[in-house]
C-alpha cells in the first residue's frame, strides 16, 4: 500500500480504487447492463428496471469501501495477536504487517478444501493515533463474484472479538468449527438464482442471433451465451470434482 493510499483512507475513510479496480469492483453489473442494452429494443422497459436495480446495487458497493473507525488506547501488539487469532478462525492469510497498516487476503474454501478463486476478500487494518480503521471488501484486484456479504461482516465481527479477549487477557481457544452444512446451504441458494439466470440469457442471446431487432444485439447475444457457458463449465466442473474427491475420500484440513 502505497502512501497516497493510506492517507486517502485516513483522510476520507473509504478505499480508494483505480480504474480497473472500480470495474472489477462493480463487474457483477457489468455483462447484465450490456445484455439488456442489447435486448433493449423489444423488452425496454426491463432495462430501465434494471438501471434503476444498479443503482441502487452501485450505492450499496460504494458503501462497502467504506471503514469502520474504533477510538480507545490500543497497543499495537495486541492489534497484531487479536487479527493472527482472527486468521485463525476466518482462513485469511496475513500479507503485509507495518506500524501503519495490516493487510490480509481471505479466500472462501470449497467443500473439499480447495480455495473458491471466485470469491476473493482484502482485509485492511490501519493504525490512526488513538484509533484504528478497518475493513474487510470483495477483493478490487480481482473480477471476483459476491452475492452475500457475509464473510466481510464475519471477518470483522470475529477480529472485534478477538480483541476485546486479548484486551482482557483471556488465552487463546482453537475450537473452531467448519460450517459446512452452512456452505452447501449458501451454494445451492446461490444456484437456485444464477442457473435461471443464465438459462434467461442462453435463451434470449439465441434470439437475438437469430432474430436480431438492431445491428447490436447479436454481438450482445454471442457474449452472454459465452459468459453464461462459462458459467455452467465450471460449477459443473466443480461439482464433479466434489463428488469425485468425495467417493475417494479425499481428506479435510484439520486445524
Known amino acids: 500500500m502505497t502512501n497516497s493510499e493510506l492517507d486517502y483512507i485516513i483522510k476520507n475513510r473509504k478505499l480508494k480504487l483505480s480504474f480497473e479496480q472500480t470495474l472489477n469492483h462493480y463487474s457483477i453489473l457489468i455483462i447484465p447492463t450490456l445484455f439488456l442494452w442489447g435486448l433493449s429494443g423489444f423488452i425496454n422497459i426491463v432495462f430501465w428496471i434494471w438501471l434503476i436495480t444498479s443503482l441502487l446495487i452501485i450505492i450499496n458497493y460504494r458503501r462497502k469501501l467504506n471503514f469502520r473507525e474504533f477510538k480507545g488506547s ?28 495490516i493487510t490480509a487476503n481471505n479466500i472462501t474454501k470449497n467443500f473439499d478444501q480447495t480455495e473458491n478463486r471466485l470469491t476473493s476478500n482484502i482485509i485492511i487494518l490501519i493504525f490512526d493515533n488513538d484509533k484504528f480503521l ?21 471477518n470483522i465481527k470475529v477480529f472485534l472479538k478477538h480483541l476485546n479477549d486479548v484486551l482482557k487477557g483471556f488465552p487463546e481457544i482453537k475450537n473452531y468449527k467448519k460450517q459446512k ?13 444464477t442457473y435461471p439466470a443464465f438459462i434467461f440469457v442462453v435463451f434470449f442471446g439465441l434470439k437475438m442471433i437469430f432474430h436480431p431487432l438492431n445491428i447490436r444485439q447479436p454481438i450482445v447475444g454471442i457474449m452472454g451465451i459465452f459468459m453464461s457457458l462459462i458459467y455452467f463449465y465450471a460449477d459443473i466442473t466443480l461439482i464433479i470434482k466434489e463428488i469425485k474427491n468425495k467417493k475417494n475420500g479425499t481428506p479435510k484440513t484439520q486445524r
Open 74 to 101: 490500543f497497543k499495537n501488539k495486541d492489534i497484531l495477536e487479536a487479527i493472527r487469532r482472527a486468521s485463525e478462525e476466518c482462513d485469511f492469510q496475513i500479507v503485509e504487517t507495518t506500524d501503519k497498516y
Open 134 to 154: 478497518i475493513n474487510s471488501v470483495k477483493n478490487p484486484d480481482k473480477p471476483t463474484i459476491q452475492l452475500f456479504a457475509s464473510v466481510n461482516k464475519k
Open 181 to 193: 452444512k452452512n456452505y452447501i446451504f449458501k451454494r445451492i441458494l446461490l444456484r437456485f438464482f
